[in-house]
């Protein structure tokens, strides 16, 4: 009887160490762990959009040649700009229509093309459309696809368009300019350098570009530091 009951209670004692409570293991709440990173990856890329702020500075927008005082209509956020002046005494708008820089290459005026393996650099292209209407026919316009380099204007074709209605499917536009007599290729660069459209307009057009390419890059910069701080 005796064996018995030392065998009975040796088993209790047994349960009672193994119901036993234990004591708590501190485990790390993955949330929080997952919320710190997240602010460390925050904070790193904000330091690295301000760095990149604080380096570039845009300066002050170049105005457009004394000889051609075309009006700037800036596009903040966008990646082209517009120009307009009145003409002869008003009966007769321009308006230029130029994109941020969308190439590169090195044509010649004579359609040459020289790569970098026979020395020349590339150039920066920009692309540019100029219509011009009168006041007598507001309903048409005279329009150039132009291309503008650094140093020179080139223009690629010049076709009339109807304006305020439907555009035709397919309008024939004329022959590519480089394909028309020299006669009437210089015919219409003088009919374009009197209105301001010209060499010293493209150069004015890559400066304000370039000036712009910062802007933008500014402005893209401080809406994504925006979006990372709220």
């Avoid at 005796?2 to 119901?19: F, I, K, N, P, T």
């Avoid at 011009?132 to 080139?154: G, Q, Y």
């Avoid at 060499?199 to 057009?205: C, K, P, R, S």
């Avoid at 802007?215 to 925006?226: A, I, S, Y």
């Amino acid at each position: 009887m005796a064996r018995r009951l030392l065998h009975l209670r040796a088993h209790v004692a047994g349960l009672s160490q193994r119901c036993a409570p234990t004591a708590p293991r501190l485990v790390p709440s993955h949330p929080y762990i997952s919320d710190m990173r997240r602010s460390a990856f925050a904070d790193r890329l904000l330091r690295s959009l301000r760095s990149e702020i604080s380096s570039c500075r845009p300066g002050p927008a170049p105005s457009p040649p004394p000889s051609a005082p075309f009006a700037v209509d800036d596009r903040p956020g966008e990646q082209w700009i517009r120009l307009r002046r009145a003409f002869d005494d008003e009966e007769e708008e321009v308006r230029v229509d130029a994109t941020m820089v969308d190439g590169a290459t090195a044509p010649t005026r004579s359609g040459e093309v020289a790569g970098p393996d026979a020395g020349r650099p590339l150039r920066l292209h920009i692309s540019v459309h100029v219509e011009v209407t009168k006041a007598a026919r507001p309903e048409l316009a005279l329009t150039f696809e132009c291309s503008a380099w650094p140093d020179e204007l080139e223009v690629e074709r010049v076709y009339p368009a109807r304006r305020g209605g439907p555009a035709p499917v397919q309008q024939y536009m004329g022959r590519q300019f480089r394909e028309l007599d020299e006669e009437m290729q210089s015919s219409v660069h003088d009919y374009l350098e009197h209105r301001g459209v010209n060499d010293e307009l493209a150069a004015f057009l890559h400066s304000y570009m370039e000036n712009k390419e910062q802007t933008e890059l500014v402005r893209w910069l401080k809406n994504v530091e925006g979006y990372i701080k709220k």
